[in-house]
Structure formats: structure tokens, C-alpha cells
């Protein structure tokens, strides 16, 4: 069995790797799962800006939660929790996360950024900005939705890591109320929160 350290925090996208970790049925040791993590000289170790998720696999540091779900899904192959490397499904994979990452992800943050008190200090923050990312999620939200009419799952149209990824930003947006009116990404998060081990709040 490989040695997992994971740095975390529940509501962070650490979620992500949580869950990659449980239906991949590997044991983990959970560094931080508090507020204190992101002081941590341990995490910064790992990760150059102190941010979550971070992962020591084997000895070795890991962090974006892209990069670190697929490795562990590529850890255990025969739970297919993500396609073959050099397969046209694995360039898929990788389409989705970049997709998701640039085009969707990046804004809700950003909103995040600007509204909340933790991240920046009021003088620093752009609210004028959320209309605009805003707009812009749930232009790329309209993509996803377009696709999942004609699939349940985005690669292959089977459960793999890559929706536990997506799946994370389209509940952000749900949870920011941009995404009334798109039933194929409500339909997507139900079926996903049927999984045994879905971190997603209902």
C-alpha cells in the first residue's frame, strides 16, 4: 500500500482528494483538518504558496488537486477511477480539468476572493468583478450542461475521478446560486451525491 499524507481542510478542494481516496479504498493520513493547516511550515514544505490540498505520496510532495486525484487514481488501475495513460479517454481526462480550471473555476473564485474577509483585506477587494465572473461560470457551466444531455459521465460515460473534480465546481455553483435553469448539472450532482463516499453537501 503506497504512504498518503494529505494535507486538508473539509470544505477546501482537498474534498476532491478525500473522495478520490475513499473509492480508491486507500488509508491516508490527514495532516491539519483545521484553520492552523495554512500556518503550517509543513505545508508550505509541499506546497510553495500554503495552499490546500497537498499531498505526500511515497516520500514525495504533490499538490494541485487536479494532478493529485488522477495520482491516485493511477495508483490503483484496477478500480478504473480514471482511463488508461496514452488513451484518447486519458487526453479527455485532462481536456476536463483544464476546461473546468480555466474556464469556470477561476471565476467563482475570483468572486470569492473578492467578497470574503479571510483571503484579502476589504481595501484590496474588486467586488465590482462578481457580475462579470458571474457571467462568465455559467457560460462555461453551459458547455457542461450540453454535454451531460447526452451522458451521465463526462469521460466514457462511466464515474471516474474526473467527475469528482467537476463535480466540485458545479456544486461551488450551485451553492453561489448561479446555475438555476441548467437541470442536466442538477441531475449530474444528484447522481453523484447517490456515491457512497461523495463529499458534496446535499
Known sequence: MPDIKLFELGPTRSSRVRWALLEAGLAYESLGNSIEVFQSDELRKVHPLGKLPAAIIDGRPLFESGAIVTAIADLVPEKKLVAEHGSWSRHLHNQWL???????????????????????P????????????????????AVLENVLGNAHYLVDDRFSVTDIFVSY??????????????????????????????????
Open 98 to 120: 483544464c476546461f473546468v480550471i480555466s474556464e469556470m473555476e477561476a471565476f467563482v473564485q475570483s468572486s470569492e476572493i473578492n467578497t470574503i474577509d479571510f483571503i484579502l
Open 122 to 141: 476589504k481595501d484590496q477587494r474588486v467586488p465590482q468583478i462578481v457580475e462579470q465572473n458571474s457571467m462568465l461560470y455559467r457560460k462555461g457551466a
Open 169 to 202: 465546481t458545479v456544486h461551488w455553483g450551485f451553492s453561489d446560486g448561479l446555475l438555476d435553469g441548467y437541470p442536466n448539472l442538477r441531475a449530474y450532482l444528484d447522481r453523484l451525491q447517490t456515491r457512497e463516499h461523495c463529499t458534496l453537501k446535499a
